[in-house]
Nanobody, 125 residues
Framework: QVQLVESGGELVQAGGSLRLSCAAS????????MGWFRQAPGKEREFVAG????????YYADSVKGRFTISRDNAKNMVYLQMNSLKPEDTAVYYC??????????????????WGQGTQVTVSS
């Protein structure tokens, strides 16, 4: 069982930066692949970024590649999403997710069994 708590979401101007954090409970954090997803009002939840349980591989949606960076600290049971050059279309609730092992598809929400409650990111133009 893994419990996830996101933080760091807030209102920011376009072009600004934010760092989201996700704190995970449990002693087996390093056994889980981690992902960030987001859901904007009226839209389906979409993949943003994923990271292998060792941190050795990362994956990004085309819409955020080059602007967002996912990282993890297994010693602290933390995963982060550094977001730069934010755009109004990045406005959404951002969710942290955990999936045991190495998913066949990091981009699929079905690869993740545990989800946080979400943190709101609002980018003003």
């Amino acid at each position: 069982q893994v419990q996830l708590v996101e933080s760091g979401g807030e209102l920011v101007q376009a072009g600004g930066s934010l760092r989201l954090s996700c704190a995970a409970s449990g002693r087996t954090f390093s056994s889980y692949a981690m992902g960030w997803f987001r859901q904007a009002p009226g839209k389906e939840r979409e993949f943003v970024a994923g990271i292998h349980r060792t941190g050795g591989s990362t994956y990004y949606a085309d819409s955020v590649k080059g602007r967002f960076t996912i990282s993890r600290d297994n010693a602290k049971n933390m995963v982060y999403l550094q977001m730069n050059s934010l755009k109004p279309e990045d406005t959404a609730v951002y969710y942290c997710a955990a999936g045991m092992g190495t998913p066949a598809n990091f981009r699929a929400s079905r690869s993740y069994s545990y989800w946080g409650q979400g943190t709101q990111v609002t980018v003003s133009s």
